[in-house]
Every structure is written in C-alpha cells, then in structure tokens.
C-alpha cells in the first residue's frame, strides 16, 4: 500500500474516530486495528493511536469551551483519579505479548458491539445526584487503568459514570469526558514516547483527522446522529474484531 494512501486512509479513519468519540464513544475501535492492520505492532499501534486521542481531546476541549460548556474545577477533581490507574495501564499495554493484546482486543470490540445494541436509559429533568465519593472515585481509578492500558471504547465507560453517577445531561457529560480523556492520556502517551511506542509520521496523520472531526462533533451536538453512528460503528467493529479474532 502507498505511503500517501496510507496517510489519506488515517485522516479518513481519524476524522470519523474524532467525530464518534465526541458524540459517543468507540472512535478507536476504527484507528487502532488500522494501525495494526497497517504493520503496526501492538505496542506501537497503541500509542500512536494515544497521539491522536490527546490532540483530538484537546481540540474538542477547546471547541467546548467556546461553546460556553466548560467546568475544569469538577473535570480536574474527577481525572485526577484517574492518573494512577492510567500510568498503570500504560506500563501493562508496552510489555503485554503482542497476540495476547490483538485478542484482548477483539473481545473488548465485542462487547462493546454488545453496549452499542442495548438500549440507554434517559436521564430524568432535574434529577439530583447523590454519589458515594468513594464509589466515584474507584470507578474513575478503574476507568483511568483501562484507559491507560487499552483506549478503546473507554468513552462509553466514562459516559456510563458521569450520566448514572452524577446524573449529568448529555452534554455536560462529553464536556467532562474529553477533559478527562485528555487530562489521563497525556502521562500514557509520555510512558509510549519514552519507550519508543509512538510513530510521528502515522500518529500525525491521524491526529489532524481526529482533531478536525472532534472540532465538528462538538459543533453538530451530541443529541443528533446517534442512530447512523451506532449502525456504522457496530459493523466496523464486528468485522474489525472478526479478523482480530482469527474468524476471516
């Protein structure tokens, strides 16, 4: 495959992952089998993926904030549990066995194929949360290892925490989500860089794709276009966990 087609099919990928995460969730389940289908080990796939994720998030950041949606006093409260479970799963996802990875992965795009066909439950007008701190701060612990180690599909998790925990509306939720992705990716993209895990040429690429489609995520509103996402997102990755999965 031509380098240059390479790149235009990362940008593709990237501004369609940029797009999804913001709305939703599961923009990785596309960008990081890419890499890995491109030649890409694992570990390298993993944190070329993270360059991207970071620039997008900071983009979406931004673009919420000048949408007048903005609150980084909570955001800073709940990511900062988040970090030690991120580093965490960091250090785990650059010494994991690369096969052992490509099949943790086909599961984890299963199911979360699975979440994606399940209904959502609304949250009600004005309803008051009452969290146990303790339980949040676990969840966020947990959240930020999964997000250190894997990425993909972490969105959805953190959307589950901040809508049915904190009874948060739809778009305060991707407002917190993408300060809390950027805020634990940062030290996972440092512990990929350190250990030479991240391709500039690749990772660059994708990134002004996911930073542009990040951009135009927070523009359009997360209410609209849930229903072609999920139909789109649920046949790429079956066939994505399909051929992880050894299944074709």
């Given at each position: 495959?031509?380098e240059?087609f390479?790149?235009?099919?990362?940008?593709?990928?990237?501004l369609?992952?940029?797009?999804i995460?913001?709305?939703?969730?599961?923009?990785?389940?596309?960008?990081?089998?890419?890499?890995?289908?491109?030649?890409?080990?694992?570990?390298?796939?993993n944190?070329?993926?993270r360059?991207?994720?970071?620039?997008?998030?900071?983009?979406?950041?931004?673009?919420?904030r000048?949408?007048?949606y903005?609150?980084?006093?909570?955001?800073?409260?709940?990511?900062?549990?988040?970090?030690?479970?991120?580093?965490?799963?960091?250090?785990?996802?650059?010494?994991?066995?690369?096969?052992?990875f490509?099949?943790?992965?086909g599961?984890?795009?299963?199911?979360?194929?699975?979440?994606?066909?399940?209904?959502?439950k609304?949250?009600?007008?004005g309803?008051?949360a009452?969290?146990?701190?303790?339980?949040?701060?676990l969840?966020?612990?947990?959240?930020?290892?999964y997000?250190?180690?894997?990425?993909?599909g972490v969105?959805?998790i953190?959307?589950?925490?901040?809508?049915?925990?904190l009874?948060?509306?739809?778009?305060?939720?991707?407002?917190?989500?993408?300060f809390?992705?950027?805020?634990f990716?940062?030290?996972a993209?440092?512990?990929?860089?350190?250990?030479?895990n991240?391709n500039?040429?690749?990772?660059?690429?994708?990134?002004?794709?996911?930073?542009?489609?990040?951009?135009w995520g927070?523009?359009?509103?997360?209410?609209?276009?849930?229903?072609v996402?999920?139909?789109?997102?649920?046949?790429?990755i079956?066939?994505?966990?399909a051929?992880?999965?050894?299944?074709?």
């Amino acid at each position: 495959m031509p380098e240059l087609f390479k790149l235009i099919l990362l940008f593709a990928a990237g501004l369609a992952a940029g797009f999804i995460n913001v709305m939703a969730g599961g923009g990785s389940s596309i960008t990081l089998p890419l890499l890995i289908f491109m030649g890409l080990d694992s570990s390298l796939a993993n944190g070329t993926n993270r360059l991207a994720v970071f620039i997008q998030n900071i983009t979406a950041v931004i673009a919420f904030r000048r949408e007048k949606y903005s609150d980084f006093k909570t955001g800073l409260k709940l990511a900062a549990f988040t970090l030690p479970g991120a580093i965490i799963g960091a250090i785990v996802a650059v010494r994991i066995e690369n096969d052992l990875f490509q099949k943790i992965l086909g599961v984890v795009m299963i199911g979360i194929m699975i979440t994606i066909l399940l209904p959502k439950k609304s949250v009600a007008a004005g309803e008051k949360a009452h969290p146990n701190p303790w339980l949040v701060a676990l969840a966020m612990l947990g959240t930020g290892f999964y997000g250190g180690f894997l990425q993909i599909g972490v969105g959805f998790i953190m959307m589950a925490i901040l809508q049915n925990m904190l009874k948060l509306d739809l778009i305060r939720v991707n407002m917190h989500k993408v300060f809390i992705v950027f805020f634990f990716t940062l030290p996972a993209l440092l512990i990929f860089i350190f250990t030479g895990n991240v391709n500039w040429f690749y990772g660059l690429a994708l990134a002004g794709g996911n930073a542009l489609g990040a951009w135009w995520g927070v523009k359009i509103a997360v209410k609209k276009g849930e229903k072609v996402i999920r139909i789109v997102l649920t046949i790429a990755i079956f066939i994505m966990a399909a051929k992880l999965l050894g299944v074709f």
